[in-house]
């Protein structure tokens, strides 16, 4: 039977079942033969959830009421709504298992995959474990987005960030407040070390009407912020505002006990790509290092270096990194310097590099795409030249499973899975996947 536009219509109230979880945060209703994705719910949970907008298939909806709650379910101290609190509501073993569920489940309906026996989630502290952050700007407010929606939520209250930051986030909207009537900034790119004695900012400002230098030197002056930098687009040359605007991290901070390290912090701004997560960031890179084989590593989307140049420090005598990103690229090249040069960079798009590559597929290659993962010609290009060993860190399971199911087809065999709870009280989860053929 065909649910009505009216029975579905935005404000609508509907008592729902909740059934599993879905990728993205929200959980798996039904309502007259229509599935519902609901925010604020755990699979077992009897709801009155309002609907906020209709699709031709499905309805998008938010917890109003929890009639019948889940034992798991628990007090939150910030907004469920909020980026990186969709998960909050619920105990951190059950988001452990619904996580694990998720993984499962686009395996199986996307990849045609089962998941490797012994496949095990690495658990993360909840608080203060960010190490970069994007916070958007509106008005005078500044924080993370509420899910599906350009409002910002209050990101301290999140528990993503430290206390520490949470105090400069205070005084960087206290100078927003005061510069209400030309802020000029659409976002703030927040970097700061593992120990936390380092804290950069990059400013990203309206293309329109860009920060007066009244504005920017204001927000340069912020207590607890070592250095900041601030540009339009991300091809534009950065313009210093104060301090140092990049972060210097010590590799013995990184991987304290690993036994051969580059003598040189790894660098990088606020901008650049890197692990979000300060207490697992060792146990992911130990993870990757684990695959090393004797010949070349090749790192495809290699960011500031941090797997390319662990494995030069390994031994692994001929490594190359490809980004094409120009501020990750930059941080790259002038990383692989600092670390003696033995690391090769290359400073192009991967379709571009494996096009014109033509070296033997011996050894190992890593691939850590963005969350959209590999393009069908990547994926085809990396099957043809054929390395015997792919290590695939992803930070998105849909596009994970999906590129696994092609390159299952083209000869590779998953050997192992590992996931990395690097983002707790989110949705999202970091998976390792090993294949070889």
């Known amino acids: 039977m065909n649910q009505s536009n009216h029975d579905v219509a935005p404000g609508t109230l509907l008592d729902l079942m909740i059934e599993r979880p879905a990728v993205g945060g929200r ?104 190490l970069r952050a994007r916070l958007y700007v509106a008005g005078t407010r500044l924080g993370f987005l509420h899910r599906g929606s350009h409002r910002p939520c209050d990101a301290a209250g999140t ?95 990184m991987l304290p006990s690993w036994p051969r390290l580059p003598e040189s912090a790894l660098c990088r701004r606020p901008a650049a790509f890197f692990q979000g997560n300060r207490f697992l960031l060792a146990s992911l890179i130990e993870r990757v290092l684990a695959e090393l084989t004797a010949g070349p590593v090749v790192d495809l989307y290699a960011g500031v270096g941090v797997f390319a140049l662990a494995a030069a420090a390994s031994g692994a005598d001929d490594v190359t990194a490809v980004e094409d990103d120009p501020i990750s690229a930059d941080d790259l090249a002038a990383n692989a310097r600092a670390a003696g040069g033995r690391v090769r960079v290359v400073r192009r798009t991967v379709e571009r590099y494996l096009r014109a590559s033509q070296r033997a597929s011996s050894g190992i290659w890593i691939v850590d795409p963005p969350r959209t993962g590999l393009s069908r010609d990547a994926r085809g290009r990396i099957a043809s030249a054929g390395p015997p060993r792919l290590v695939y860190v992803s930070c998105d399971v849909a596009t994970l499973a999906r590129d696994l199911r092609a390159l299952g087809d083209a000869g590779y065999t998953l050997r192992r899975l590992d996931g990395f709870d690097l983002f707790p009280n989110t949705a999202h989860i970091e998976l390792v996947a090993t294949l070889e053929r």
């Open 159 to 253: 528990g993503q960030l430290t206390a520490e930051t949470g105090e400069v986030l205070d005084r960087l909207q206290r100078v927003l407040a005061l510069q209400a009537a030309g802020i000029g900034i659409r976002a703030v790119d927040l970097a700061e070390s593992i120990a936390g004695d380092q804290r950069a900012a990059h400013l990203w400002l309206d293309r329109g009407r860009p920060a007066s230098a009244e504005t920017l030197s204001s927000l340069g002056a912020v207590r607890g912020i070592t250095g900041v930098s601030a540009s339009v687009r991300r091809a534009d040359p950065p313009r210093h505002v104060s301090g140092d605007p990049v972060v210097a991290e010590p590799w013995s901070t």
């Open 27 to 130: 959980m798996i209703a039904r309502h007259a033969g229509r599935i519902i994705l609901v925010l604020g719910a755990i699979p077992g949970e009897r709801v009155r959830a309002r609907v906020e907008r209709s699709r031709r298939d499905m309805s998008l909806a938010s917890v109003e009421e929890v009639i019948a709650a889940d034992k798991d379910r628990r007090p939150t101290s910030g907004e469920t709504s909020c980026g990186g609190n969709v998960f909050a509501h619920i105990a951190y073993p059950r988001q452990l298992s619904l996580k694990r569920e998720i993984v499962a489940d686009a395996f199986a309906r996307i990849g045609r995959l089962s998941l490797p026996e012994g496949m095990a989630i690495a658990p993360s502290p909840e608080r203060g474990y960010r």
